[in-house]
């Protein structure tokens, strides 16, 4: 408030300062939708932001172990789905304000790969089609999965393969 006053004192007529005060508070409320999606916004982006550097940084403890049974290796799942959760809301909370919503999420490749070196390829599979519904490109890896498990893609997988 004090660059307000500042700025206030040196303009001398009343109709000045009026008119002044009234386009402050228009720029006011224009930028009040804004400054509540940024509000809204930063409680979740922020809690998945922090969440993503910590499975970054225990994947590459876990890479270098080889050990993808291991109680990292669980706490990992647990955090990228708790990450992939806080994903569908930093979305929901874009959609909300009509902005572009964030468009992948490295939770699903980590996720992914975790459930494929724990010989999980169902899993694997299941969460390549998830990642697939949001936007993401991962029918190369949804693919190779399937190769792996032996089988052919469902009809819902070729579909999704074809969607993106």
């Known amino acids: 408030m004090g ?88 979305r929901e909370v874009d959609l909300k304000y009509g902005e572009t919503p964030m468009s992948g999420s490295k939770a699903f490749t980590k996720l992914a790969l975790l459930y494929e070196r724990q010989g999980e390829f169902e899993k694997a599979v299941s969460v390549c089609k998830q990642a697939c519904s949001f936007g993401m490109d991962e029918r190369k890896r949804m693919l190779r999965i399937i190769k792996k498990v032996g089988r052919a893609p469902t009809e819902d997988e070729l579909k999704l393969m074809d969607d993106n």
């Open 3 to 90: 660059l307000l006053n500042r700025i206030l004192r040196t303009i001398t007529k009343d109709d000045d300062v009026t008119e002044f005060r009234k386009e402050l508070a228009d720029r006011e409320k224009e930028l009040e939708p804004f400054l509540k999606y940024q509000e809204e916004l930063h409680k979740v982006f922020d809690k998945y932001l922090a969440l993503m550097e910590i499975i970054e940084k225990e994947w590459s403890i876990l890479y270098n172990s080889k050990d993808y049974s291991s109680k990292l290796a669980y706490k990992i799942e647990k955090e990228c789905y708790e990450a992939i959760n806080y994903y569908k809301k930093v």
